[in-house]
């Protein structure tokens, strides 16, 4: 499909509509999703525009709905998810539902505040209760007539104590005791306690009243003698029945009302929103002077015109009116949104594209080489087929539950779940480079059998006997012996030889270094190609693109050439020169060292290579400004012959003429550094896959030999006590440390990878992106 | 000879799979994308595949083993 290569052929419709079949209309194109309404008022203020008001009213019933839905959510009534009712808002059901909001609200807010007032009124008569009941010894023992009761927070208890004392040196007497709760009284989790002061004098009375209203104690006026007291109770007893009963029925109608609403709240709340977008779409718009007919410039993808225009049919038949709405296709010289068509497969790619900078219209998209070459590079930094494996699972796992797991509204997780086909990917590539690097948590596979022998190594064949083997440590296999080496290398990977051998990481990082440089030439040199599609004209193809392919060709093709030359020719390690002395050498011109041959005719082929090289540069660098300069040059003598009537605008075309020349000479100059310099940092900057592919195996190595392999070794019976504790440390080492934190980083380097050495080849990436009016998105994205 | 058969089966299995099995790919809106992966991941699959068997081809040193690991690889493999 063309459109995923490139971005979308898009074209600016105007739309004529009727007023009274706008909200059908706009309602059906949010469905279809595939228009962008362009601003047709764009210096009037917010507060400025027609349906201002409209769209603060929706405002105000999502504040509404918000507090509705809190509301039901507190008291745990169950919200029903599905709801498949696809009505068209029109403008009577926005006061419809206005009005019906306003009393729901009303009469929630009076319920609630009803119901704490019973509250409270509940819990100072529990009080009183428990005042009188345990106020009876009180009374027996103390024979004082002036006294202060209430209760009091426990806690505050102490510090109350300890004033009173202060205060008053001992000149009252004290009593309290913990009210202890009984089971349904659960109002009030804080601990009281109930207290009593007996004093002399009617002044320390109200010096106590007071201290009592400082420490928020709630007094209660409790009667002297026992009978009253007793009559009291009763009185309270009765009180707090009836008042338990109110509450119930409070609590009930509360919840009916509750679940009235939540049945329909998801169904307004969709509503709700459609209305509001309706509105600001139509603020967009413009509206002629009769009222009766809007105007609308929309964006819209030249291969869906004809839906559109089904849509809007629809739209206006239902509404009733007479007049189908017109379709008007403009030209236009404005630059139009980019839209690529994706699929939900391919949005995670085009989405960690497009957060790099938006391509412009028309322009070349990275996305479909990205979806194989981005996991493709992480799996070359992360290269372990048996972390490969586990991720490979979460991400099955994840796309196969995928609506579960949508459902939790986790920012993280969704981020996850967006990106489960990436992760997949990741996986499947990361089992066949772990295959290739011979890796599975840190162990080799030997399927073949491995190239190396022991045994020629010894006598009568070698130079081992069995004294070398008591005298040193660690013993080098050579090559050069005959039998030591097969001659036929491992056929599917590294050797396993390799991975019990202690010299391991100096044939692994040769190996992984010059793969890197393979890799990162052979990638740059395909963004290069790239952008060979981005040139409309044969011209500037000669003009820039065969500059730069030679450019890199000659000197890092050429590197590639002496890499796989030394690898497939036979040598002795004696005489073999080093690759980056060989290549340091042919830049700076420097034969004079003997031995630094390859092959016979090295020096007039570097020679020439260097010089066409540096030819390049000056190509690149005068090539296009100059060509430009002439055809302004032509231009501007053609100009002057026609214009000369039109005197001010021959001046003003000389200035801007010159003007551009000199931003021409200087962005070609600045293309030019970038490029050159750019190939070879560039270059460098790929050994990252080197690095990374080197620390995960470290990492993994050391999580085998300091955790799993302790438990392993361990003899004794308790060894499987052990190893099961080991096991479970181990695993949890990996997932975090291996899986997230190393799969996180390789994403990281792989991206950045993508985004600068690849992109910066061929990609602009300064358009803007194509964001239609979609109920489907408003909904996914809430 | 040891080195050519793993040379040609590897060869021909990226070679079908990034230019054989893209004409039966069926027409649908697709069709590109899938036949571009194809093709990326032969060639990918297959440059690293190459280069980590080129790499070997002619070693300019050997693996260092500890006198145990050489003792037990004298006795256990061929």
Known sequence: ?782 | MAFSIPMVIVTLFWGFVGGVVPWFIPKGPNRGVVITMLVLTAVCCYLFWLIAILSQLNPLFGPALSNDTIWYLQFHWR
């Open chain 1, 1 to 782: 499909m063309d459109s995923f290569f490139r971005s979308e052929e898009m074209c600016l419709v105007q739309l004529f509509f009727q007023t009274e079949s706008a909200h059908n209309c706009i309602n059906e194109l949010g469905h279809l999703g595939l228009v962008q309404f362009k601003d047709l008022n764009p210096g009037t203020v917010a507060f400025q525009r027609r349906f201002v008001k409209e769209v603060k009213k929706c405002e105000e019933m999502e504040r509404i709905l918000r507090f509705l839905e809190n509301e039901v959510v507190k008291s745990n009534i169950p919200i029903p998810a599905d709801f498949t009712s696809e009505t068209i808002p029109v403008p009577r059901d926005v006061l419809d539902l206005e009005s019906r909001f306003d009393k729901l609200e009303q009469e929630l807010k009076e319920i609630n505040s009803n119901r704490d007032t019973l509250r409270q009124n509940f819990t100072q008569l529990m009080e009183i209760n428990h005042l009188l009941q345990m106020t009876d010894d009180f009374f027996e023992e103390v024979a004082i007539r002036l006294f202060v009761a209430g209760v009091i927070k426990h806690e505050r208890f102490p510090a109350f104590e300890k004033i009173l004392w202060r205060l008053f040196h001992g000149n009252f007497v004290l009593r309290h005791a913990e009210i202890k709760p009984h089971e349904e009284e659960n109002m009030d989790p804080v601990k009281k306690d109930v207290f009593v002061v007996f004093v002399q004098g009617d002044q320390i009375r109200g010096k106590i009243r007071k201290l009592c209203d400082g420490f928020h104690a709630s007094m209660y006026p409790c009667p002297n003698n026992a009978y009253a007291r007793k009559e009291m109770r009763t009185n309270v007893n009765t009180r707090i029945e009836d008042l338990r009963l109110v509450l119930k029925r409070t609590e009930e109608f509360r919840e009916t009302t509750l679940t009235a609403a939540a049945a329909n709240l998801q169904e307004w709340a969709s509503k709700v929103k459609k209305m509001k977008a309706i509105y600001y779409t139509l603020n967009l718009c413009n509206i002629d002077i009769t009222q009766k007919l809007i105007v609308a410039e929309i964006w819209c993808p030249v291969s869906d015109l004809n839906s559109v225009h089904t849509a809007l049919i629809h739209g206006s038949e239902q509404s009733g009116s007479s007049l189908s709405p017109v379709v008007n296709r403009i030209q236009t010289q404005q630059t139009p949104p980019t839209f690529n068509r994706v699929t939900s497969f391919t949005s995670g790619f085009q989405s960690i594209i497009d957060a790099y900078g938006v391509g412009n219209y028309q322009e070349i998209n990275p996305a479909p080489y990205t979806m194989v070459t981005f996991p493709f590079l992480f799996a070359v930094m992360f290269g372990d087929c048996g972390h490969g494996l586990v991720m490979t699972l979460l991400a099955l796992w994840l796309i196969l539950h995928q609506e579960h797991f949508r459902k939790l509204k986790n920012e993280l997780i969704d981020m996850l779940v967006d990106g489960r086909y990436i992760i997949f990917l990741m996986g499947l590539f990361s089992i066949y480079t772990g295959l290739i690097y011979n890796d599975c948590f840190s162990k080799s596979f030997n399927v073949f059998g491995s190239s190396w022998s022991v045994r020629p190594m010894f006598h009568p064949h070698g130079p081992w006997t069995n004294d070398t083997l008591h005298d040193s440590g660690h013993l080098h296999l050579d090559p050069l012996v005959s039998g030591v080496y097969s001659g036929n290398p491992y056929p599917f990977g590294v050797d396993p030889i390799w991975n019990i051998a202690s010299n391991k990481l100096s044939f692994l990082n040769s190996y992984k270094m010059k793969m890197s440089v393979i890799m990162g030439v052979a990638h740059m040199l395909f963004g290069v190609t790239l952008s060979l599609v981005n040139y409309i004209n044969l011209k500037d193809v000669a003009l820039q693109f065969i500059p730069e392919v030679i450019f890199m060709l000659s000197l890092f093709g050429y590197l590639i050439f002496l890499i796989l030359y030394k690898w497939c020719v036979v040598m002795k390690s004696e005489s073999a020169p080093s690759i980056l002395l060989l290549f340091i050498n042919m830049m700076l011109f420097d034969y004079s060292s003997e031995g630094t041959v390859l092959y016979r005719t090295q020096k007039p082929v570097q020679i020439f290579l260097v010089v066409v090289a540096v030819l390049m540069v000056p190509w690149l660098l005068f090539a296009k400004p100059l060509l430009l300069y002439r055809k302004h040059k032509q231009l501007k003598f053609l100009s002057l012959l026609f214009c000369l009537s039109l005197f001010f605008g021959v001046k003003k075309a000389f200035v801007s003429l010159q003007v551009s020349m000199a931003d021409i000479f200087v962005y070609q100059g600045i293309h030019t550094i970038e490029y050159c310099l750019g190939c070879i940092s560039n270059t460098a900057s790929y050994l990252r896959l080197w690095a990374l592919s080197l620390a995960h195996a470290e990492l993994s190595e050391v999580l085998w030999k300091m955790v799993l392999q302790v438990a392993l070794r361990v003899t004794s019976g308790m060894g499987s006590v052990l190893l099961a504790v080991t096991f479970a440390a181990f695993a949890v080492l990996t997932v975090t440390i291996l899986l997230v934190m190393e799969g996180l980083s390789a994403f990281l380097h792989a991206l950045r990878l993508h985004w600068v050495e690849f992109q910066n080849k061929f990609y602009k990436g300064s358009g803007y992106k194509f964001t239609p009016l979609s109920f489907d998105r408003m909904r996914d994205m809430q």
